[in-house]
Protein backbone atom coordinates (compact mmCIF):
# COMPACT_ATOMS: atom_id res chain seq x y z
CA UNK A 1 0.00 0.00 0.00
CA UNK A 2 0.98 3.67 -0.62
CA UNK A 3 1.79 4.46 3.33
CA UNK A 4 4.31 1.56 3.45
CA UNK A 5 5.77 2.37 0.41
CA UNK A 6 6.76 6.38 1.99
CA UNK A 7 7.92 4.29 4.73
CA UNK A 8 10.25 1.80 3.26
CA UNK A 9 11.28 4.46 0.97
CA UNK A 10 12.00 6.79 3.49
CA UNK A 11 14.19 3.90 5.32
CA UNK A 12 15.82 3.13 1.88
CA UNK A 13 17.29 6.69 2.01
CA UNK A 14 18.53 5.76 5.82
CA UNK A 15 20.11 2.76 4.83
CA UNK A 16 23.54 1.80 3.79
CA UNK A 17 26.54 -0.97 4.95
CA UNK A 18 29.77 -0.80 5.80
CA UNK A 19 32.37 -3.48 4.57
CA UNK A 20 34.68 -4.82 6.95
CA UNK A 21 38.11 -6.57 6.86
CA UNK A 22 37.50 -9.15 9.66
CA UNK A 23 34.72 -10.83 11.64
CA UNK A 24 36.43 -8.98 14.65
CA UNK A 25 36.24 -5.70 13.11
CA UNK A 26 32.75 -6.79 12.06
CA UNK A 27 31.97 -7.14 15.67
CA UNK A 28 33.61 -3.60 16.50
CA UNK A 29 31.23 -1.99 14.26
CA UNK A 30 28.20 -3.69 15.16
CA UNK A 31 29.03 -2.98 19.24
CA UNK A 32 29.56 0.50 18.58
CA UNK A 33 25.89 1.00 16.30
CA UNK A 34 24.36 -0.96 18.95
CA UNK A 35 21.30 -2.18 16.63
CA UNK A 36 17.26 -2.68 17.81
CA UNK A 37 17.76 -5.79 15.84
CA UNK A 38 21.34 -7.47 15.03
CA UNK A 39 21.02 -10.43 12.05
CA UNK A 40 24.14 -12.56 12.31
CA UNK A 41 23.67 -14.65 8.66
CA UNK A 42 27.20 -15.73 8.82
CA UNK A 43 28.72 -19.57 8.72
CA UNK A 44 29.47 -19.80 12.41
CA UNK A 45 26.71 -17.40 14.13
CA UNK A 46 27.06 -19.00 17.59
CA UNK A 47 31.16 -18.18 17.21
CA UNK A 48 30.40 -14.78 16.54
CA UNK A 49 27.55 -14.34 19.15
CA UNK A 50 30.19 -14.30 22.19
CA UNK A 51 31.58 -11.18 20.86
CA UNK A 52 28.63 -9.42 20.74
CA UNK A 53 27.99 -6.60 23.70
CA UNK A 54 25.56 -3.73 22.65
CA UNK A 55 22.79 -5.30 20.48
CA UNK A 56 19.09 -5.02 21.45
CA UNK A 57 17.88 -8.62 19.79
CA UNK A 58 20.14 -10.62 17.88
CA UNK A 59 18.81 -13.29 15.75
CA UNK A 60 20.94 -16.39 14.67
CA UNK A 61 21.55 -17.70 11.16
CA UNK A 62 19.61 -17.48 8.02
CA UNK A 63 16.45 -18.87 9.10
CA UNK A 64 15.57 -16.28 12.29
CA UNK A 65 13.96 -13.05 10.55
CA UNK A 66 13.73 -9.99 12.06
CA UNK A 67 9.56 -10.98 12.24
CA UNK A 68 9.57 -14.22 13.98
CA UNK A 69 11.29 -11.99 17.39
CA UNK A 70 8.69 -9.53 16.65
CA UNK A 71 5.47 -11.90 17.17
CA UNK A 72 6.14 -15.72 17.44
CA UNK A 73 9.64 -17.07 18.78
CA UNK A 74 9.30 -15.51 22.06
CA UNK A 75 11.68 -12.96 22.61
CA UNK A 76 10.14 -9.15 23.77
CA UNK A 77 9.41 -6.55 21.23
CA UNK A 78 10.27 -3.85 23.48
CA UNK A 79 13.77 -2.68 22.38
CA UNK A 80 16.25 -0.05 22.79
CA UNK A 81 16.70 1.53 19.52
CA UNK A 82 18.58 4.64 18.35
CA UNK A 83 22.00 3.43 19.28
CA UNK A 84 20.58 2.61 23.33
CA UNK A 85 21.81 -0.84 23.65
CA UNK A 86 25.17 0.63 24.18
CA UNK A 87 23.60 0.98 27.31
CA UNK A 88 20.48 -0.63 27.87
CA UNK A 89 19.10 -4.34 27.23
CA UNK A 90 15.67 -5.45 25.92
CA UNK A 91 12.44 -5.37 27.83
CA UNK A 92 12.44 -9.32 29.81
CA UNK A 93 11.31 -10.46 33.50
CA UNK A 94 14.39 -9.57 35.17
CA UNK A 95 12.99 -5.88 34.69
CA UNK A 96 10.15 -7.01 36.94
CA UNK A 97 12.22 -8.59 39.56
CA UNK A 98 13.28 -6.60 42.44
CA UNK A 99 16.92 -6.67 43.24
CA UNK A 100 18.88 -4.97 45.90
CA UNK A 101 22.76 -4.35 46.53
CA UNK A 102 24.01 -5.90 49.84
CA UNK A 103 27.45 -4.75 51.10
CA UNK A 104 29.23 -6.40 54.56
CA UNK A 105 31.89 -4.37 54.97
CA UNK A 106 34.48 -5.50 57.32
CA UNK A 107 36.66 -3.33 60.20
CA UNK A 108 39.23 -3.77 57.90
CA UNK A 109 37.64 -2.71 54.87
CA UNK A 110 36.25 0.05 56.59
CA UNK A 111 39.44 1.28 57.60
CA UNK A 112 40.92 0.76 53.84
CA UNK A 113 37.81 2.99 52.55
CA UNK A 114 36.73 4.98 55.61
CA UNK A 115 38.86 8.28 54.62
CA UNK A 116 37.59 8.32 50.84
CA UNK A 117 34.37 8.48 52.18
CA UNK A 118 34.82 10.89 55.11
CA UNK A 119 36.05 13.18 52.51
CA UNK A 120 33.89 12.76 49.72
CA UNK A 121 30.37 13.43 52.03
CA UNK A 122 32.48 16.01 53.52
CA UNK A 123 32.67 17.68 50.09
CA UNK A 124 29.05 17.05 49.59
CA UNK A 125 27.83 18.96 52.74
CA UNK A 126 26.72 15.87 54.32
CA UNK A 127 28.50 15.82 57.61
CA UNK A 128 26.78 13.15 58.89
CA UNK A 129 27.44 10.82 56.56
CA UNK A 130 31.22 11.87 57.52
CA UNK A 131 30.79 11.11 61.17
CA UNK A 132 28.82 7.70 60.86
CA UNK A 133 31.90 6.64 59.18
CA UNK A 134 34.18 8.40 61.22
CA UNK A 135 32.04 6.66 64.55
CA UNK A 136 32.40 3.84 63.31
CA UNK A 137 36.22 4.09 62.97
CA UNK A 138 36.46 5.11 66.52
CA UNK A 139 34.63 1.94 67.59
CA UNK A 140 37.20 -0.81 69.32
Known sequence: DAKRAVILEKAMENAGYLVAAS??????????A?????SLQVADPMGVLHGIRCAGAVFLGNYAA????????????????AGYAQVHSGLDVQHFCRRSTVQLITREGLEGM???????AEAE?????ARSVRIRRELH
Not at 114 to 120: A, C, K, S
Open 23 to 32: MEEAVEIVNH
Open 66 to 81: VACGDYASGTNHVLPT
Open 34 to 38: AAEHL
Open 125 to 129: GLVAH
Open 114 to 120: GDTVETI
